[in-house]
């Protein structure tokens, strides 16, 4: 009896232990935001620090224009506080989970940027030229000051640094790219038109906003044309497709082949060297100075 009545109390010791250790744990619980694809991801781990769990949406390897969400991936974000979403037609599944969300907050993270378009279309890849960033970064702020706001100043003071970081970046890329001699580059798809657009430079590609096309033998031969014309020296291939057309025009020409990051993604090496957008960034500058130059 004595022995059946101590182990009833280590048993109810041990269940109160278990509980008080549960709710300790889930007393101070975050807010759970998800982004849609890495450049978001990046940018409100940067800016929610430890206040913030994120998640991404699509996986980081995963090339993002053709993904859609399983009905896993739909049911899990369903429990999220937050959802931000790039807009532009890059993630229009986001209307499929919205629909099956009422209660999570959704933010459009390019609210405010000045598109290109081409016809109906909009070109997506505004996170690779640094003065959209910045507007994505404001708006990531404010989306975050919503979902959490206890830890307003904590995020406020994030952004600071954060867009002190991408201002400098900016000039960064100002700078340099103002005096390359060339102002004409060559890539697969046309990734990045507002970096183009924001520093005075010339994109010519191969396929246009989705690397899953494929490019035209005629496309291929005026890009040929174009090298032996304006005596371009070096020709982008981006790391998450390697697109084959790029080897080929380079085989032809005797063009050398860079690498120009569409940050969709982190490729394994980018995760083992913990890369970050910031430093891809910087890579993408120096990859475009010395093609430029
Ligand atoms: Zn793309």
């Not at 404010?142 to 003071?157: G, H, I, V």
Request: aromatic letters at 8%.
């Amino acid at each position: 009896m004595k022995k059946a009545l101590i182990s009833m109390i280590l048993i109810m010791a041990l269940v109160l232990g278990l509980t008080s250790c549960g709710t300790k744990t889930a007393e101070p619980s975050k807010p759970v935001v998800y982004a849609s694809f890495y450049p978001i991801y990046d940018l409100s781990s940067k800016i929610g620090g430890n206040k913030i769990v994120v998640k991404t949406i699509i996986p980081s390897g995963v090339e993002p224009h053709d993904w859609e969400p399983t009905t896993k991936d739909v049911a899990e974000m369903t429990k999220a506080n937050t959802i931000l979403y790039l807009g532009l037609g890059m993630d229009s599944w986001i209307d499929k989970i919205k629909s099956n969300a009422p209660n999570v907050a959704f933010y459009e993270v390019s609210k405010g940027v000045n598109p290109i378009k081409y016809g109906n279309e909009t070109n997506p890849h505004i996170w690779l030229s640094p003065k959209e960033a910045l507007i994505m970064a404001k708006n990531i702020k404010e989306a975050l000051q919503k979902a959490d706001p206890k830890s307003k100043d904590y995020f406020e003071k994030n952004y600071q640094s954060l867009k002190n970081t991408l201002e400098n970046l900016d000039k960064e890329y100002t700078d340099a790219l103002s005096q390359t001699k060339h102002k004409t580059f060559i890539v697969y798809h046309s990734a990045f038109d507002y970096l183009a657009r924001d520093y005075g430079l010339k994109q010519e590609a191969l396929v246009g906003m989705n690397e899953e096309a494929e490019a035209s033998p005629a496309r291929i031969g005026e890009i040929i044309n174009l090298i032996k014309k304006e005596n371009i020296k070096y020709i982008f291939t981006e790391p998450l497709t390697s697109p084959k057309p790029i080897q080929t025009i380079a085989k032809e020409t005797g063009v050398q082949v860079l690498p120009l990051n569409t940050i969709e993604g982190l490729t394994k090496e980018d995760i083992k060297k913990k890369e970050d957008y910031i430093s891809l960034m910087k890579q993408n500058l120096e990859n475009l100075i010395k093609a430029l130059e």
